[in-house]
């Protein structure tokens, strides 16, 4: 039942139960992470994993900046962030 642990004979059995086990593993994780980001956008919030790096003075850097400023205010309002 719950937290047996199964007795391979060989390698054989071993390789297909690791592999069933990590595939449902990776679907239950990604699952979690629709069903978070689904969430969080119904009540309209900003998940703090999300950050962005700008790297280079180049124009298109700019103005990618600028519309990161513009959806995170929040982190913009005192003068630490970067300036041009």
């Not at 600028?66 to 300036?83: F, I």
């Amino acid at each position: 039942m719950h937290g047996e642990t199964l007795k391979f004979v060989n390698a054989q059995q071993a390789k297909p139960y690791n592999f069933y086990k990590n595939t449902k593993l990776k679907l239950l994780k990604t699952n979690a992470s629709i069903w978070f980001n689904k969430i969080c956008r119904d009540r309209q919030l900003k998940p703090r994993y999300i950050n962005i790096k700008i790297k280079g003075r180049k124009q298109q850097g700019k103005s990618a900046f600028v519309v990161y400023q513009l959806l995170n205010p929040d982190k913009y309002l005192t003068n630490r962030g970067r300036q041009f």
